[in-house]
């Protein structure tokens, strides 16, 4: 951020009639340029995925290293320029895992690869064993009468599809999230499914459930892809399938942080941009693409920026230190309601490293002159408008009245990796990483330095 | 294997003069048929696969697991149409896996995905706790000066290279082989080596490795891939890594069992063509690659050379009993060297489930009408003659004067599989398995019908 103006020139500057904004073509022009630095910049997100990868690794919201990973936080702000650096805590019920374990007992013993989903409670200290039924869907599931599962393990193994968009996320989130409740009120004493996962490596995909409050607490863990169609194939052999699930973990009331940082405005330094990515990560991987990513992503358009010269509108950055168990959205809602007449606009990085395909911006903004000027900045990076923006990202999900955009990245390769232990550095594409951050800093730039107000264009 | 002549046709016709091989033109067109068959056949080899890592999955030599294989392997000849079916017991040490872990305590704590290597001894019970030593590659470590590395945990992170004949597992095997003595000569505590693994998952790879007699015994561990960037990626820091190992292995004596099975030859039935792969598999997948689909593409091949009617000469299928500690292989030379002279000739199906693409034959065979008739019936389906076949896998390498042949198959995958839990029956393309059976049915058909003598083309 070597282009900032002295603090001095602030003051002198900031008592006067703010500056008009510049011209759409001079506006297109400086955001063409920041478009173009970003591909073929430094690899600053490429360097802070690495660094955060590398010194802190999993950080798990409530553990230790999620505190590290908060003061790593701060310092890379920081290191980066950003003003107004700071961690804001909030309290969570932390999860923890321990050990783990699952096998066919009979017909054909055989060790299952499994890990416990998020928010899980522990079986008995010996493990729970019973026969196993088996749905090939969820809605099978669903339609098993009350009673039926009895004393059973509940097994679902739906596959995932692969859709560009990681459409099936949102079609089968249900299997975990609500999966293990549904299971117990028919009965059963265990719940495992076939991970959310597009890959076929014998790795787990974790992810957070909910208990609803009117059934039994089950244990719930995910399968990986191949211990799934593996089931499958047993099944199929009509024998009885018993199985042993064995999973230690606990939960535990914690703190959450929040790390916040800003490119203050020069000329509306009222007016705010919102976004960020978030710190924390499932405790497999080392949360490369989920979400050092978008951490990096914001955190480089931002800088990049920036470094043109501070823009006429704030840009705020957070670091959310709770998305996976959904615990910093509350968390935010709660501290910055206050402020969202403030908020020009939000949007969240959390899909990964990968390059973008769309951009979504306010519902009728596409439309208008801005929208139009924004998509010929971003189309020579074959990005395209994609659909209204109708939320921004997990945590910004229990905000209201702000207006949200999205940058959509390719999400083919997303639900390989998401959730599991492979979520790591060297599945990250550096050129692709870089072309995410030219499409955010030329939308941010070119937000931050107009007068664009998407609630006036919103249909009411 | 229908079309086997009756047992009281054979009689009449065993003691009659040995009829003569049938033409080049007629054996070339029967070979092709079945090559055809093969290709459009019912999947026999990938229903061995499919039953074997289903009912049985891992079946480490000397486990409970092993025997219910070998148990299968009986049941599954027998039901191929296979003769003279038995098991073949013999002594080994075997290994087996207990807890293990390895994490950084500083300076950047984290957990490591690592496995134990076969053979290796445990750890003390509380794990062995040291400072790191990173090596780029193996040489650097067989550099490093005696002593150098005394009370230190010695890492080789070298990559392994992607080759379509997995040409690299045999230049960098001695890292894993050897690496652990060579790390203890050097004062060594604790050996770590990244994967010979082509894949960028999480996953560690195994295999076996062996202590040198002049060397102190130290445990041996392999890392995944990403974690031997991570390591490297740390060293770049410049300060001392510790790692903590923990490895509760043990060695204990066991029994291999190594299954056999014959089509017994109509006309000269001293005269065998020993094949076969192996049964026994490392722990951590279900052995699919390796080897069911050297087992299920040998016996698929036989069967489908007796369906179409007797061969004159025996094909005899084994099942090898204990590839991956290397103790098969000195069982089966011990036991059957002294028969060496009937085999005409030798070959192991052990490089996975894909595509054939090479014909080796014995040396000067390729240059013979005969060789050169083979290398027209497999040309269609994209196979080509390579160099000749000085091996013929390693359950035969202590057999001696036994022509050999190989069918080389597509290692691009391999190395991506081989030895780690992503071993499993979903990396098995039925189609190019069927190519693969197409490959051996024929070779196995042109041989055992013809009098072709490998011995007598081969360079004195």
Not at 157 to 185: C, H, V, W
Request: aromatic share 6%; charged share 20%.
């Amino acid at each position: 951020m070597k282009a900032l103006l002295p603090a001095l020139a602030l003051i002198l500057l900031a008592p006067t009639v703010s500056a008009a904004p510049p011209s759409p073509q001079a506006l297109m022009a400086t955001a063409a340029k920041l478009r173009d630095q970003a591909l073929t910049g430094d690899n600053t997100a490429y360097a802070t995925v690495e660094s955060l990868t590398t010194e802190v690794g999993q950080r798990i919201a409530g553990s230790p290293a999620a505190k590290r990973a908060a003061d790593w936080g701060v310092a890379r702000m920081k290191a980066l320029g950003f003003e107004n650096v700071h961690i804001e805590p909030f309290p969570i019920t932390a999860w923890s895992r321990g050990a783990e374990s699952a096998e066919v007992v009979a017909p054909f013993p055989q060790k299952l690869s499994i890990t416990g989903l998020g928010g899980s409670v522990p079986t008995p200290a010996g493990g729970v064993e019973a026969e196993a039924v088996i749905f090939p869907t969820y809605r099978a599931l669903l339609d098993a009468p009350m009673g039926s599962l009895t004393g059973k393990i509940a097994v679902v193994t739906q596959a995932m599809i692969k859709f560009q968009g990681g459409d099936d996320y949102g079609t089968l989130n249900a299997n975990r999230r609500a999966g293990p409740s549904e299971a117990a009120k028919r009965g059963a004493v265990a719940y495992l499914l076939r991970s959310l996962s597009t890959d076929d490596t014998r790795l787990p995909h974790t992810g957070f459930m909910n208990y609803a409050p009117d059934a039994p607490k089950i244990p719930a863990a995910a399968l990986s892809t191949p211990d799934g169609a593996l089931l499958d194939n047993m099944a199929k052999r009509g024998k009885p399938i018993r199985i042993r699930l064995l999973l230690y973990s606990s939960s535990f009331p914690a703190e959450g942080f929040t790390v916040s940082g800003e490119i203050k405005g020069r000329e509306k330094p009222d007016e705010m941009l919102v976004i960020g990515g978030h710190l924390d990560s499932w405790d497999l991987g080392t949360g490369a693409i989920d979400d050092a990513a978008g951490i990096a992503i914001t955190t480089a358009a931002a800088k990049l920026v920036a470094d043109n010269g501070r823009p006429r509108r704030t840009i705020r950055v957070y670091m959310f230190g709770a998305e996976e168990i959904a615990a910093s959205n509350i968390a935010f809602a709660a501290m910055h309601q206050a402020e969202s007449a403030k908020m020009v606009v939000g949007a969240e990085a959390d899909f990964g490293g990968d390059k973008v395909l769309r951009v979504n911006l306010p519902p009728g903004a596409a439309e208008t002159t801005f929208g139009k000027d924004l998509a010929d900045v971003l189309s020579p990076i074959l990005i395209r408008p994609g659909p209204p923006a109708l939320n921004a990202g997990d945590d910004f999900n229990n905000l209201k009245g702000v207006p949200f955009f999205g940058l959509r990245q390719d999400g083919n390769r997303y639900f390989d990796l998401h959730h599991s232990a492979d979520d790591t550095l060297d599945k990250i594409d550096p050129a692709q990483l870089n072309h995410a951050v030219a499409a955010w800093a030329a939308t941010l730039y070119m937000i931050a330095e107009s007068d664009v107000d998407f609630r006036a264009t919103m249909p009411k």
